[in-house]
């Protein structure tokens, strides 16, 4: 499995980490190997237990390497200045319940600002305009606990773009969403990757990181065992088998239907690819080889 092709770019985010260990004993990460580089967006996918989450708290500096090193925009964290990955990398918590803490909803995307000393009407103009930015600008008088799941993901995303991160983090973003709230957050997210923001995020839907993800990292056992393009990824069936991991629906269906070859990994892909070898009668060459056995 290939590596990133990241060329001689200078990555936004680089973390080595040789191993993190929980209080308990229980290794959450070993020999890490991260970089994460401008303008693109990185899918972590793995099962329970993996250390995806582990990761993604590392890329902030929420979590620090026992042995290795994070380096953020350039500079190498440490503990006296672990604030400059928190501000550079923005992290959207799995609960946003975790990160929503003031009476409405524009006091808590103005928070982060507040801590870093800015106030007045510059900072509620920056809130109005993050919380415009993921079309949540209707909730900024809401009470921020009795707002939906996906209304309350919108908000947490306003709340680290308001501070103008370079790399937004987000742990399972569609977790608990029904679908239609799912692809709310979902246009969000690929709306602020197009905005010129590097977005990392860990998800167990295979669909959508097929979807959003310019590469996928396969973690297994604290680590991540294999990262490519999903094209690449989701048909390295040894590689899936490894993490626990079955293709997307979207990769069986192309593999059931015989166009395989050019490896689909979205729903588009695969409806072209079926348009382009039907016959009038809508069937595939596979299909009618098939019918004849």
Known sequence: MSTDRSGDRTPSV??????????DGTVGMHEVDLSVY????????????????????HLNATLVPEEGEL????TEITEENRVHARKEVGFVFQDAD??????????????????????GESAEKRAREALATVDAAHLEGRVPHYLSGGEKRLVSLAGVLVLEPSVV?????????????????????RQVHQGGISVVLSTHDLEFA?????????MADGNIVGTGP?????YDDALLREANLHPPHTVRIARTAGVDATRPVTEADLAALLRD???????TAAADDRGRE
Do not use: W
Not at 14 to 23: F, K, M, N
Not at 169 to 189: F, K, M
């Open 71 to 74: 380096v953020v925009s350039g």
């Open 277 to 283: 070898g039907a016959d009038g009668s809508g069937r």
């Open 169 to 189: 983090v987000l742990d399972e973003p569609l977790a608990g969403l029904d679908p239609e709230r799912s692809r709310l957050v979902a246009e969000r997210i």
């Open 38 to 57: 401008p303008d693109e967006v990185v899918a972590l996918v793995g099962g329970n237990g993996a250390g995806k989450s582990t990761l993604l708290e």
């Open 230 to 234: 999903p094209a690449e990824v989701f």
């Open 14 to 23: 680089d973390l080595r980490c040789e191993a993190h260990t929980y209080p």
């Open 210 to 218: 097929a979807e959003i993800a310019d590469r996928v990292c396969v």
């Open 98 to 119: 975790t990160q929503l803490v003031a009476p409405t909803v524009l006091d808590d995307v103005l928070f982060g600002l507040q801590n870093y000393g800015m106030g």
